[in-house]
């Protein structure tokens, strides 16, 4: 079965802090991609990664990076020096195949991360 | 600039009403998602379109149906609405396969619908 997992609820760190926000999946496909995507106050998904499992590499964008460790079946997402504006929902997700090709997306439960300032 | 659009960011209706939720994209995808949001729960999905008049179920389509006559527009119905689908209502679309990576899946803002 296909399913992620978002362990932490809740995140609240201070303003310039570095926060890691959790994902680990499950599937049997040898072949997979894994998503991140943010969910600001305004309620719209935001795409921000798209991640294959035969890439070596990890990812950096700016103050994004993250961390996919095949051998744990995690893909975890950190921020380096948040900002108030990373404040969002943000949701892990694992894609498998529908009919004629259609792509779903399974999303974890999210984790709400607040920067205060 | 691709967009998705919902007809409504916030509903309200009575318990037994017939609902229409709606969904616009203006990137000619093939694909169209309805998903349903809720504390805890994540994102999950009620059905999906790969293309005109086609229609698939999702992992949570009771109580749901869907129509999808033009290629842009996909549409949500509760054919009675009862006070557990009071949730968020999400929409997407993306571009259908190419045998390669996976189209990243762009969605609405939502549609807040409580059912009382």
């Known amino acids: 079965a296909q399913k992620v997992t978002q362990a932490q609820t809740e995140i609240s760190v201070v303003e310039k802090e570095d926060v890691t926000l959790d994902c680990v999946y499950e599937?049997?496909?040898?072949?997979?991609?894994l998503f991140w995507y943010k969910q600001p106050p305004s309620g719209e998904l935001v795409f921000l990664i798209r991640r294959n499992s035969f890439a070596e590499q990890n990812e950096l964008s700016g103050r994004y990076s993250w961390n996919f460790q095949k051998s744990t079946s995690s893909f975890n997402f950190t921020i380096t020096a948040s900002q108030v504006v990373d404040s969002a929902v943000y949701f892990c997700a694992l894609r498998t195949i529908l009919i004629q090709g259609a792509q779903k997306l399974v999303f974890g439960q999210g984790t709400r991360l607040t920067i205060n300032p | 600039d691709v967009k998705v659009t919902q007809s409504s960011r916030y509903l309200v209706k009575r318990t037994g009403e017939k609902v229409f939720l709606e969904c616009v994209q203006d990137?000619?995808?093939?694909?169209m998602f309805w998903y349903r949001q809720d504390p805890g729960l994540g994102l999950r999905l009620i059905y999906f379109s790969y293309d005109v008049k086609m229609k698939e179920k999702g992992d949570i389509p009771e109580g749901y149906s869907v129509s999808r006559e033009k290629k842009e527009r996909f549409s949500l119905i509760l054919e009675s609405a009862s006070t557990n689908q009071t949730s968020m209502y999400l929409c997407?679309?993306?571009?259908?396969?190419?045998?390669?990576?996976?189209?990243?899946?762009?969605f609405g803002p939502g549609t807040r619908l409580t059912v009382t």
């Open positions: 990137m000619d995808h093939e694909n």
């Open positions: 997407a679309s993306s571009l259908g396969a190419s045998g390669g990576a996976p189209h990243e899946q762009y």
């Open positions: 599937t049997r496909d040898t072949t997979y991609y």
